[in-house]
């Protein structure tokens, strides 16, 4: 009796609550899966250890778990369409792909289609002027990128969608742990960029979805 | 010859360059007004003081120029349908008006309709919970709030749209400017919400536009 | 000889000196209690861990240990009636529990009833609502949240006690540890906030209990 | 009708909602005091400068203003006993008494006996003794403080009333405006200190009435 | 008497003491002047205002000053050959022009060659690409940029000499006046990259100088 | 009746009360100086604008005042004997001579002697080399250094007495108005140095007289 | 080969190279432990864990090793005369005595009189006065405080003695690892005080034994 | 397929992709080094731990591993002349060795000379003048120092050649993990010092490579 999920989540905002494992024991981890499993959205639990994914699955059996992104989904009940469009991911470089994965896995537990764009840092610009052109169909642009942070600047210049920055705390030194990518994300002149919290994969692929669902998406 | 507009920036983004008035002379203000003048969007100088605008008005005489937004607006040469679809601009305070106006201002350059809702801060929450209950047709919500910034997280608890935080510098001592309203905002439990620069009613309202144009609209 | 507590404060402000076990030895924080016990105050050794309890247990056998709150609890030598009043302690989240009951084993410790009030953060802003409605009949309410801190903001809005605010360390990113909650805290415009150290649950305690003898409590 | 003020307060938590003139108007200043004026509450507007109140005066000419305190006060319509009981209010400096002077102009508003004990910082640790013997028959004690910002530490460890800490932005280089303070006071270890805003004379006030409150008084 | 220039410099370093006029009255800096002058090195006064520029004129009405870039340069008495090279000095905006003059400015007093190419920030990225090809046949590239500060780090990317990244305190919010800017500097991912203070032209300017002398310039 | 000055502290501590102008008005600085006069120890003003040193010799006509370093004496009413011994007050640049100057007047207004050494920065190694030389007859040196701050460090590898750092906010950018040389005083690997605030040459002076004491002089 | 002593420090100072054994390997340190030993001087390695104790101790033997304080001490080869003079340490808790004991350790190995004075932190402001009383013979305080760090400021008020201010890292939350007491330290109001780094024992008795000096002492 | 690394980079800039570890696994790290290699760059992997070297091991079995510098080597498949010139690499102490390794092992893979000259930190400031006459035939210094990082800025006043300086994240307390030794740098009032990252020694080694090579060096 530690948690009190909030069930008139889905039919105010049409999300469910998520859990989020930092700071609770694997048991209270599995008490809020258990109060909030059944019905029809999926249950997700985010930051997740190894232990914290094992005492979920002592309630859910078949409940996924991805060791790198730190996420567990437990699919709804009843399964709904997903919301229709694109997501992309693109990422600076691969120490940026957990929190990628985070995004990538929660998006996909609501039916969203995503596209994987990793490694395409703005050193090498070619690269990222290449990743942009694959871009065009894709509805919603989510940039992952540590150290300097730059990634979500230079796309935003390039395309015309919603670009959902997230900083990750990938870096050293004048990084100051996603500080430095922050900054940047948040100073940047290109229009069009709006940023999440630092290594926040999980809100940025539920800001991604919010966006799809402006279209009329089912979600 | 100060200046070098981003002349192929509609092409790539479907938006014009904007001219940002800080650390700029009127001259270059006005020279950049001029390059920029005459195409199918509106020109933009943002952060403009009364000085920036005079010299604007020299280059552009109809330039439209709100003083408590600090914003010049010069209608495009030859007019396109708006961008379909409608923003709901809501405010904290009365202090956090400014910021709401150039987000305001900027939209209505685009042909976007603007809600305003002001003064819905979250220590009144029965204003909070009444606003969010006229928010309901709306596309985009962008919630502006300085000192603890908490509007944007009650909002996006309430509402199912995406919320567009952002934190102004009203407040004093520990508000530090913005920052505790900023990481307030990044920091949020709340799913829905993305964040622009601190006071950045501009960026704010270019997010909102781009949401919009992933519905299919004209923009 | 490591250790000379403060005997004369019971005198002065009405409260036993507490032990801080942080930077502590196990064998400094028996010495300490030894010194401490037996008067006609509880002993209480804050952030405490299992090597402290067993040391002090050594001192006094029936020595209570709260390992999430990490708090030992060395009841009275004679007993006192405890402070009347009630104080609330109320949490965002589940995260935020170790704190809150860190709070609540200190109250407890000298007799005041405490009413525990769980995950009722504010992005369910309902659940925040209808805890708001079971506050009335208490004296004091502490607000302890982590990540964005608004809890204390919006409860001081609802009721009309003084609230202490605690904020937690729980979040990421730019929660910064605790600081983002912390200046949320500092910079709220409801009045009746007052806000002490992050995740200083026994700091809270003390204050509630000093508010509760200004009504003439014997304490 | 940029202000909408939050007229269910006083129903709720028993305080007028309260002008702060910080980022507005003269003229919003005068719209909200009118909105607000003639109930059973006095109006305040804080932070005002000459221009807020002279414009406050234009709708209210017997508005008070004092402009060290930088406060205006306009009585309730029908007055109202006032909050039983006495708050100290205590300054380090003479550098203070702007932030104190404001703290006690608002509690003076709602009827509530005010101390004034100044320049008894810790510096002259016996003027500081001195002091807390006389602060023995008040209920509530504020302490005022800038630069390290210890007057409240030591005040609590004589005095066993509730201690609201101000941290001041009096001081210079590593003061930093007030932040170090601040720290002090949120990093005090003595017991039964809560905190404010810095400089937040007002804030203190409001925390003070309220304790006062839940002694039954009828505020 | 207040001033005692450190007239070995030359000797040692190949360069001359160079008057900082900030925390000098005019006075102080025409006193240093008449020091330094005279000999086979120019004298520069940097953040010069008018009163400076005036009293350096006093003693030698030749002195040349740069209002925007804050600069006066006293040309050496017996001139000597420049250093041979070209610097590239590219600015992301026009607000960043005034550092950039600064930098030009001195280097301009050494006989450096340099050129200036303006406004090819990376929000506009194939501006940034066609600088890059301009830039092959100079010897370094100073990039010069506020705001969030990419500039830099994508030239880096594309080009093999070295680039002294220049931060500047162009921008607002999250930008904390070139802090943003200046991480994003040093978190660079792009090989060869090395930073400055914020707003230091001069500093990049001797930077550069002294890897031409590298180069067996005579300088 | 704003002033209550520690009349006891001579006593104590063998050093006068001292006033700090900032945030007093003139009437208040004159208040605490007629106060204090009279007795057998200088009055000291510090932070005086030219405001307060009139309103001062309002009451002392004779008083001293010091516009650069901001510093009011006035003489004691019967004079003591100096403190004997002799204070080395050392500047990095000229930009730091207010701040030296504070302290030498401090220093003066107790009778002891002091010897200013200026513009021996580190840049110009060979300056603080030949400086060192000169202080061996010297009791105590006072280190004062804005921008990176580094002289307190070179001269205490060179100097066998204490010496008293004082950071200033001479600087720009990554300085950080004084912050970035009171790190490196405060980190700083040689042996024998010690910090007072920023710009805080009346700390040091009070600091250098104490420590002169320590040989017994009578001060 | 990794290290190279600074073996002319004795001669220029009148102190031996200390080695700071952080970032060293157990190797480096007996090395460079092998270089300074044998002289007029003892050796200290400061920060040194039980590893680096080892393996100094595998070069001389019988080397002391004070685990709390983390000090190895090595006595001179020939021993000379120690410094006169007392220096009491002072503590404001017990979890300050690991400092306390370094720098008292230090003051020993130099042949210096200490007087350790623990747990008098102003929260019991008698035990502090009391405190001062014991303190009148001696030639420095040393203060050593965490959390709130007031120990320093109250204690100069009371004794004529200069005061090393040693900030400790003891504390959680808003004392940000010792910040928290250094800021009110620098920001003292009490003469006389100056300050060393964050856990700086060792530096505090470098300091203290530089001002025995001044009265002539051998040292 | 987790890693898309930026072939085109030698053919733009003369550099090689550089594989950082952290954040990558060791298999990750293995994968990109098979990407790279076994052209005519060498590849580099930085921040290497002992999984990380044994993975690339198992693709490239005569990888180099430096432990204390955390860096592989994977030598260039056809062996190109090295670049022309010598870089000296000066530390400040020893605790600094492992970042000054970094620098010269990246410095020698590409053929660079490379000169240390270690621990002559500015506290024993004979050693350090003797070390820069060492330099006279040097080509460009790299100055590595944590704590207060003081020996750029010496060095920088007694040479002619470029200072790339580092600050390393050696120290405790105020030196915040490298700030104060960083803040020292980027303030330095000597010419010719740029800075990188904390810790970064492989990119002082790429801006040293890149001023080498203006020379007109093969590269
Ligand atoms: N990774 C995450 N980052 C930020 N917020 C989260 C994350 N995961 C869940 N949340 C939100 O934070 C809240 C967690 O609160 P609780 O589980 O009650 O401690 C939930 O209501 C979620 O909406
Ligand atoms: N704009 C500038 N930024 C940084 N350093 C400067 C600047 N102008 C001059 N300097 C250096 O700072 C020192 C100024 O010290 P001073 O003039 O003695 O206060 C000179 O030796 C210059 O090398
Ligand atoms: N959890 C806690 N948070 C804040 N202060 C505390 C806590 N526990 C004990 N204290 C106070 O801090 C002091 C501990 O310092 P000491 O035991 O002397 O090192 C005591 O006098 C208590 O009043
Ligand atoms: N605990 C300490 N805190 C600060 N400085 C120290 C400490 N121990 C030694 N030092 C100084 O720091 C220098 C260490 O540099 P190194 O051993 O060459 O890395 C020595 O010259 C000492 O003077
Ligand atoms: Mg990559
Ligand atoms: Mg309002
Ligand atoms: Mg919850
Ligand atoms: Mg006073
Ligand atoms: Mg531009
Ligand atoms: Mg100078
Ligand atoms: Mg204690
Ligand atoms: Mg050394």
């Known amino acids: 009796d530690d948690v009190w999920p909030d069930h008139g989540r889905p039919e105010r905002t049409g ?5 989020l494992a930092t ?3 694997p048991a209270q981890c599995a008490e809020a899966v258990a109060a909030l499993h059944g019905g029809s ?3 997700l639990v985010t930051r997740a250890d190894a232990e914290h ?7 859910v059996p078949d409940a996924d778990y991805d060791e790198a992104a730190r996420l567990v989904v437990v699919p709804a009940g009843e399964q709904r369409a997903g919301t229709p469009g694109t997501v992309a991911v693109a990422t600076g470089g691969t120490g940026d792909l957990p929190v990628a994965r985070e995004c990538a896995g929660v998006l996909g537990a609501f039916g969203v289609e995503v596209r994987m764009v990793t490694d395409v840092g703005v050193t090498g610009v070619h690269r990222t002027l290449a990743a942009a052109r694959t871009l065009t169909d894709t509805d919603v642009v989510v940039a992952v990128a540590g150290m300097e942070g730059t990634l979500p600047t230079v796309l935003a210049g390039l395309v015309s969608q919603p670009v959902v920055a997230v900083p990750t705390s ?3 030194g004048a990084s100051f742990g996603g500080v430095a990518a922050l900054l940047t994300m948040l100073s940047s002149c ?7 919290n630092i290594d926040n994969g999980f809100g940025a692929a539920m800001v991604a979805r919010r966006i799809l669902r402006t279209r009329g998406g089912a979600g």
Do not use: D, I, L
């Open 190 to 196: 290109a229009p069009g960029v709006s940023v999440v």
């Open 41 to 43: 959205s999926p249950v």
């Open 170 to 172: 990938v870096g050293y």
């Open 15 to 19: 999300e469910p609550e998520v859990v």
């Open 23 to 25: 700071g609770k024991t």
């Open 53 to 59: 994914a094992a005492a979920v699955r002592g309630v």
